[in-house]
């Protein structure tokens, strides 16, 4: 078998389509100053304890569970009106499964989130599995090794922008697959190879396996 998994954000998805308009919406509503553009991307992709830690600080006066969903439903809107995938990315995944490789997603993100995006690009039906946090303390490695012990496939690949995408992808004995396009090009010093464009995917995984012979 076969198998792949992707992080989301900085890897398949442009982040920014969404989450800054998403932010400059929830700063209106709320009457706050927008923070700078390069603060607010160093949430992107991480396990969402400093976002908490941040909506906190702007003492609205609102439960961080309300504070939170709120949000939430702004950043839907922008998903499904302005949100966009890397480009290449989309031909990239339905080539990837036309030659029959597995697709899954390990991210640090919700399951609706993960599904508004696929389910936009028209493209759900074609991940599974898709793995993503059941508590603050379920990380990408808990994951990853979990979909190892699931699937035990021959050849494996994670592609991810950050340190705990390649950390996880060697816990787990994936390939690690460094996007330094996204936003952590810094953070890959672990991965066994880094590309530059989403598109360079197929490239890597034919000079590591194309050689190989099938198992039987």
Same mark, same amino acid.
């Given at each position: 078998?076969?198998?792949?998994?992707?992080?989301?954000?900085?890897?398949? @998805?442009? !982040?920014?389509?969404?989450?800054?308009?998403?932010?400059?919406?929830? &700063?209106?509503? %709320?009457?706050?100053?927008?923070?700078?553009?390069?603060?607010?991307?160093?949430?992107?992709?991480? /396990? =969402? !304890?400093?976002?908490?830690?941040?909506?906190?600080?702007?003492? *609205?006066?609102?439960?961080?569970?309300?504070? /939170?969903?709120?949000?939430?439903?702004?950043?839907?809107? %922008?998903?499904?009106?302005? =949100?966009?995938?890397? $480009?290449?990315?989309?031909?990239?995944?339905?080539?990837?499964?036309?030659? =029959?490789?597995?697709? =899954?997603?390990?991210? /640090? $993100?919700?399951?609706? @989130?993960?599904?508004?995006? *696929?389910? #936009?690009?028209?493209?759900?039906?074609?991940?599974?599995?898709?793995? +993503?946090?059941?508590?603050?303390?379920?990380? #990408?490695?808990?994951?990853?090794?979990?979909?190892?012990?699931?699937?035990?496939?021959?050849?494996?690949?994670?592609?991810?922008?950050?340190?705990?995408?390649?950390?996880?992808?060697?816990?787990?004995?994936?390939?690690?697959?460094?996007?330094? @396009?996204?936003?952590?090009?810094?953070?890959?010093?672990?991965?066994?190879?880094?590309?530059?464009?989403?598109?360079? +995917?197929? !490239?890597?995984?034919? &000079?590591?396996? $194309?050689?190989?012979?099938?198992? !039987?």
């Amino acid at each position: 078998m076969k198998l792949v998994m992707f992080d989301m954000d900085g890897t398949l @998805y442009r !982040t920014e389509t969404s989450f800054i308009p998403a932010v400059q919406g929830f &700063a209106a509503r %709320h009457s706050f100053a927008m923070p700078d553009e390069a603060f607010l991307l160093g949430f992107v992709g991480q /396990n =969402g !304890t400093t976002w908490d830690a941040w909506l906190e600080s702007l003492q *609205l006066g609102i439960a961080l569970v309300d504070l /939170n969903a709120e949000f939430d439903a702004l950043e839907l809107e %922008h998903i499904q009106s302005s =949100g966009e995938l890397y $480009a290449g990315a989309e031909g990239i995944i339905r080539e990837l499964a036309s030659q =029959g490789w597995r697709l =899954g997603i390990c991210s /640090n $993100a919700s399951t609706w @989130y993960v599904q508004a995006i *696929l389910g #936009k690009a028209g493209m759900l039906s074609l991940f599974d599995p898709v793995r +993503v946090p059941r508590t603050r303390l379920h990380t #990408k490695t808990l994951m990853l090794c979990e979909v190892w012990n699931e699937f035990h496939p021959d050849q494996c690949a994670m592609v991810g922008d950050r340190a705990d995408d390649m950390r996880a992808a060697r816990a787990g004995g994936f390939l690690g697959i460094g996007a330094a @396009y996204g936003f952590a090009p810094g953070e890959l010093g672990a991965a066994d190879v880094c590309i530059s464009d989403i598109t360079d +995917v197929i !490239t890597v995984l034919d &000079a590591r396996w $194309a050689a190989l012979p099938p198992r !039987t």
